[in-house]
Protein backbone atom coordinates (compact mmCIF):
# COMPACT_ATOMS: atom_id res chain seq x y z
CA UNK A 1 0.00 0.00 0.00
CA UNK A 2 1.19 3.71 -0.89
CA UNK A 3 0.05 6.59 1.22
CA UNK A 4 1.25 10.26 0.46
CA UNK A 5 3.75 11.05 3.32
CA UNK A 6 2.75 14.01 5.77
CA UNK A 7 5.32 16.56 6.19
CA UNK A 8 5.83 16.06 9.59
CA UNK A 9 4.99 12.07 11.83
CA UNK A 10 5.46 10.09 14.72
CA UNK A 11 7.84 7.32 13.33
CA UNK A 12 6.32 5.01 15.86
CA UNK A 13 2.88 5.09 14.65
CA UNK A 14 4.09 4.73 11.03
CA UNK A 15 6.62 1.82 11.83
CA UNK A 16 3.25 -0.01 12.53
CA UNK A 17 1.89 0.09 9.68
CA UNK A 18 2.89 -2.07 6.33
CA UNK A 19 3.10 0.92 3.85
CA UNK A 20 5.59 2.97 1.64
CA UNK A 21 5.58 6.62 1.95
CA UNK A 22 5.35 8.85 -1.04
CA UNK A 23 6.86 12.46 -1.24
CA UNK A 24 6.60 15.69 -3.50
CA UNK A 25 8.21 18.63 -1.94
CA UNK A 26 9.28 21.73 -3.67
CA UNK A 27 13.05 22.13 -3.80
CA UNK A 28 12.15 25.47 -2.01
CA UNK A 29 11.09 24.08 0.83
CA UNK A 30 14.72 23.09 1.37
CA UNK A 31 17.02 26.09 2.93
CA UNK A 32 20.40 24.61 2.56
CA UNK A 33 19.41 22.91 -0.82
CA UNK A 34 18.10 26.03 -2.15
CA UNK A 35 21.37 27.71 -1.71
CA UNK A 36 23.10 25.31 -3.46
CA UNK A 37 21.15 25.20 -6.64
CA UNK A 38 20.26 27.85 -9.22
CA UNK A 39 16.60 26.69 -9.72
CA UNK A 40 14.68 26.08 -7.15
CA UNK A 41 11.25 25.79 -8.61
CA UNK A 42 11.16 22.06 -9.43
CA UNK A 43 10.47 19.29 -6.91
CA UNK A 44 12.03 16.33 -4.82
CA UNK A 45 10.21 13.11 -5.33
CA UNK A 46 10.97 10.69 -2.30
CA UNK A 47 9.30 7.43 -1.52
CA UNK A 48 10.16 5.62 1.89
CA UNK A 49 8.95 2.64 4.36
CA UNK A 50 9.64 2.90 8.76
CA UNK A 51 10.31 -0.19 9.92
CA UNK A 52 11.61 -1.23 13.83
CA UNK A 53 14.87 -3.07 13.35
CA UNK A 54 16.31 -4.58 16.85
CA UNK A 55 15.92 -1.49 19.18
CA UNK A 56 15.48 1.68 16.63
CA UNK A 57 13.32 2.59 14.21
CA UNK A 58 14.67 3.10 11.00
CA UNK A 59 13.34 5.13 7.38
CA UNK A 60 14.55 3.32 4.64
CA UNK A 61 14.13 5.31 1.25
CA UNK A 62 15.12 6.70 -1.82
CA UNK A 63 15.15 10.61 -3.49
CA UNK A 64 15.31 12.33 -7.17
CA UNK A 65 15.14 15.49 -8.46
CA UNK A 66 17.16 17.64 -10.56
CA UNK A 67 19.41 20.34 -9.55
CA UNK A 68 20.12 22.86 -11.55
CA UNK A 69 23.86 24.08 -11.10
CA UNK A 70 26.57 26.56 -12.60
CA UNK A 71 29.17 24.71 -14.03
CA UNK A 72 32.71 25.72 -12.87
CA UNK A 73 34.40 25.27 -15.79
CA UNK A 74 32.27 27.47 -18.13
CA UNK A 75 30.29 29.30 -16.05
CA UNK A 76 27.19 28.20 -18.00
CA UNK A 77 23.91 26.61 -16.15
CA UNK A 78 23.57 22.91 -16.16
CA UNK A 79 20.75 20.12 -14.99
CA UNK A 80 21.91 17.08 -13.40
CA UNK A 81 19.36 13.88 -12.37
CA UNK A 82 20.51 13.20 -8.82
CA UNK A 83 19.32 10.17 -7.31
CA UNK A 84 20.08 8.78 -3.62
CA UNK A 85 19.04 5.86 -1.26
CA UNK A 86 19.41 6.09 2.12
CA UNK A 87 18.71 4.23 5.64
CA UNK A 88 18.38 6.58 8.48
CA UNK A 89 18.03 5.96 12.56
CA UNK A 90 16.04 7.73 14.52
CA UNK A 91 16.95 9.22 17.66
CA UNK A 92 15.76 12.00 20.02
CA UNK A 93 18.64 13.97 20.70
CA UNK A 94 22.11 14.61 18.88
CA UNK A 95 23.84 13.10 21.74
CA UNK A 96 22.28 9.83 21.02
CA UNK A 97 23.01 10.74 17.20
CA UNK A 98 27.04 10.58 18.41
CA UNK A 99 26.86 7.54 20.47
CA UNK A 100 25.24 5.54 17.15
CA UNK A 101 27.88 2.82 15.57
CA UNK A 102 29.86 4.91 12.43
CA UNK A 103 27.47 2.59 9.67
CA UNK A 104 24.15 4.21 10.67
CA UNK A 105 22.73 7.40 10.00
CA UNK A 106 20.74 9.16 12.20
CA UNK A 107 18.29 11.47 11.77
CA UNK A 108 16.78 13.63 14.78
CA UNK A 109 12.96 14.09 16.03
CA UNK A 110 11.91 17.34 17.48
CA UNK A 111 10.84 17.22 20.73
CA UNK A 112 7.56 16.06 20.29
CA UNK A 113 9.12 12.68 19.03
CA UNK A 114 8.31 13.65 15.51
CA UNK A 115 9.95 13.25 12.41
CA UNK A 116 10.08 16.41 9.37
CA UNK A 117 10.38 15.52 5.74
CA UNK A 118 12.81 18.41 4.95
CA UNK A 119 15.19 16.82 7.83
CA UNK A 120 14.94 13.16 6.82
CA UNK A 121 15.56 14.35 3.35
CA UNK A 122 17.60 16.87 2.91
CA UNK A 123 21.04 15.46 4.22
CA UNK A 124 20.49 13.38 1.98
CA UNK A 125 20.05 14.95 -1.14
CA UNK A 126 22.99 17.83 0.03
CA UNK A 127 25.71 15.01 -0.17
CA UNK A 128 24.66 13.88 -4.02
CA UNK A 129 25.58 17.55 -5.43
CA UNK A 130 29.46 17.41 -6.55
CA UNK A 131 32.01 19.61 -4.33
CA UNK A 132 32.67 21.18 -7.91
CA UNK A 133 30.10 21.43 -10.30
CA UNK A 134 30.42 20.77 -13.59
CA UNK A 135 29.48 19.54 -17.17
CA UNK A 136 29.86 15.68 -17.37
CA UNK A 137 29.94 15.36 -21.09
CA UNK A 138 32.44 17.62 -22.89
CA UNK A 139 30.39 18.32 -25.57
CA UNK A 140 27.58 20.34 -23.99
CA UNK A 141 30.88 22.10 -21.97
CA UNK A 142 31.91 24.97 -24.18
CA UNK A 143 34.50 27.59 -21.83
CA UNK A 144 34.95 30.92 -23.33
CA UNK A 145 33.10 30.41 -26.37
CA UNK A 146 33.30 33.67 -27.56
CA UNK A 147 37.36 34.31 -27.31
CA UNK A 148 37.78 31.11 -28.42
CA UNK A 149 35.79 31.70 -32.00
CA UNK A 150 37.85 34.98 -31.78
CA UNK A 151 41.05 33.41 -31.80
CA UNK A 152 40.05 31.03 -34.24
CA UNK A 153 39.29 34.33 -36.68
CA UNK A 154 42.47 35.49 -36.37
CA UNK A 155 44.31 32.22 -37.47
CA UNK A 156 42.35 32.38 -40.55
CA UNK A 157 42.80 36.29 -41.83
CA UNK A 158 46.75 35.50 -40.48
CA UNK A 159 47.06 32.10 -42.89
CA UNK A 160 49.28 33.61 -46.22
CA UNK A 161 47.31 33.99 -48.83
CA UNK A 162 48.06 30.89 -51.71
CA UNK A 163 47.79 33.45 -54.16
CA UNK A 164 50.18 35.76 -53.29
CA UNK A 165 52.98 34.44 -54.30
CA UNK A 166 51.92 34.18 -57.65
CA UNK A 167 50.40 38.13 -57.46
CA UNK A 168 54.30 39.24 -56.36
CA UNK A 169 55.66 36.95 -59.36
CA UNK A 170 53.38 38.63 -61.99
CA UNK A 171 54.73 42.03 -60.37
CA UNK A 172 58.54 41.28 -60.62
ZN1 LIG B 1 30.52 23.48 -18.50
Given at each position: MVKRAPSRFNPDLLAREDVRFEATLPISQFPRLSEL????DGNLVASFDVHERKSHRVVRGSLTFDAVMQCQRCMEPFSSAVQANFELVCVNTLEEANALPDALDPVVLDEDGQLHLVDLLEEDALLQLPDIPK?????SCQPDVNSFGEIQNQEETQ?????GALKDLKLS
Amino acid sequence: MVKRAPSRFNPDLLAREDVRFEATLPISQFPRLSELVLETDGNLVASFDVHERKSHRVVRGSLTFDAVMQCQRCMEPFSSAVQANFELVCVNTLEEANALPDALDPVVLDEDGQLHLVDLLEEDALLQLPDIPKHEDDDSCQPDVNSFGEIQNQEETQKPNPFGALKDLKLS
